[in-house]
């Protein structure tokens, strides 16, 4: 049988592919799961595909998010006035207060309802930071809304920061691993999102670290953050050797000079979630640290308890704040500065870069032929948005998650013409608020006053 063909025609195609290029007018064919052709005129030579019209539309790749503790969708805005530590912090009150009440079907809930709203969003890959790993249960329920939603996504599979790991939480890991994760060749893959020598020891951060590198799993992990981050940590890890090209380092914003060269110097990946590091304070989000030394981050949400769920504020966090520092540097008398990022570095950190932290470079991230069909239809027909007069300035500043029209994981349509597909709405609804009741009932905590 002929895989299914879909032609995507006259649109407006980035695929951020330098080989490729990017066309104000062309088409896009995708064949099964995979993008076969894009370039002009391709109508004539397939004329039994699916037409879908694009004059309308930008294509691009999908957006990724590499890092987001997707378990919290349940808990959405929970926090915006909360700081990382102290009495009514983030640890203490998500990690510490909410996450040990957490059922399987309440991180399954919390997993599906932040799924979706990725999907709205125009995000088609998404690492999962699931951090809510208390029983083996935890671990199915999340796998299962994640294959449900019909992402590729990463499960990072997270010890629990409450409590010391399980006695059996290493053989849970190799059993998964085993059972969900033999093949790479699938839409979800397997990482281990270990707490790291900031929040666990040395020693144990090393065998969470050999652990993964036995599985294949590629390792993620929070470092440099507020004041543990200045301890020295990651160099301890780094001089000892057990810094590799498999791992993304998260927020990075209190690291030393060395140890952001480490990362560097190694192949290290890394991700901003640079909202959620200012508004809480982790500290300075280090972009242009990490651009002085050549290595483009990636971009994360991090946390729906504070920070909206798209990639649009992302891309204009880090451009801003880039410019800022710079333009403050300036007018302190500066000479010497670093260039500003442009539109287009910042639409390659939200997908090529992305694609490479989480280790799926070679399937997503661009529109080349032979890569899987992850893309998304953005309106260009809407008040917000026309006229078009660059059209990637145009995805970086001017539009949002109102313009993303459909949006298609290897080549299936998870959203079309702005509704997501397959999706019933007020079920989602009603097993959101019966699990987020559940939460606030056990836990004792109380939703914020108006
Ligand atoms: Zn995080």
Redesign the pocket.
Known sequence: MTPKRILIQNGCVLTLDKSVGNFHKADLLIQGTKIAAVGPSLWAANTDAELIDASDMIVMPGFVDT???VWEGILRNIGTYISLDGDAGYLSTILNTLAPVFRPEDAYVGDLVGLYGAIDAGITTILD?S?IQATREHSDAVIKALQESGMRAVFAYGYPWWKEPDEHQEDWIRDIAKQCFSTKDQLLTFALATPGPEISSFEVSKAQWELARELDARITV?VGVGTAGRQGKLGQMGRAGLLKNDTTY??CTTLSDEEIKMIVDTGGTVSI?SA?EMIMGYGMPPIQRFLNLGLRPSF?V??ETNMPNDMFTQMRSVNSLQHAMIFDRKLAGKRNLPPFMNSREVIECATIEGARANGLLHKTGTLTPGKEADLILLRTDRPNILPVNDPIGAVVWGMDTSNVDSVFVAGKALKRNGKLLNVDLDNLSKIAYESRDYVMTKSGHKLPEL
């Open positions: 890092h987001r503790h930071w951090h929070h998260i927020h979630s959620s994360s991090d946390a």
